[in-house]
């Protein structure tokens, strides 16, 4: 199966995000992935709506925001108007998830659900018809950089096999810790979007992974 790579700005250079965007649409990536943190929810706080607005003339990339911020359905208004193409909510920061991905829809966008390690799937059985991408962190969000959780791979095959099973087409999404050495396996486990940042922005060649992953299944 196909899968595609969606580089992660957080470890891009942020005095120059129009470039680096730039520079992974030149190495074939199809989307980008906006890591939204909000100081609350995690402790970071990194980019709003503003930046997403800012860069939308000067891409064509799919662009997917990954909001890790507390009462996201505050938010949704102000990223749609932004240009975002596709919103996904950490389930665990919304206490109406279903009104939460219809709003999100009601904007004419797609909508996602995020799980933390420690979040089980369950979360999604009354909301599958509502998701257009379910991300499954391999890592706590909150910063770039960490190692990749192995014990979360059960997990991306259980969401795989539900989206299959209930013959959808849903993207699986994976997040944190993905690099050359662990995408194939992770890749093999059903995900079809691999999140990608320090491997994509700070290894050596990272740029590559783009395309390589792009090859995997073909
Ligand atoms: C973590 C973010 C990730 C992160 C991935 O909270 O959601 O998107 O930037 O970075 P790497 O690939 O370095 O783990
Ligand atoms: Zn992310």
Redesign the pocket.
Known sequence: MAAKVAP?L??ADFSKLRDEVKLIEEHGAEWV?L?IMDGHF?PAITIGPLVVKALRPHTGLFMDA?L?VSEPENQIGSFVEAGIDLLTVQAETTVHLDRTLRKIKDHGIKAGAALNPATSPDVLEYVWPLLDLVLV?S?N??????EFIPAVMPKIKAVSEQIRSRGLSTELEV????NRDNARDIIDAGATIL?????VFKAENGMALIREVAGHGQ
Do not use: K, N, Y
Request: aromatic share 0%; proline share 4%.
């Open positions: 992660s957080l470890s992935h890591d995690v990954h890790m962190m890592v969000p909150g910063a770039g950089g960490q997040d944190g810790g993905i999140v990608a940042g320090s491997a």
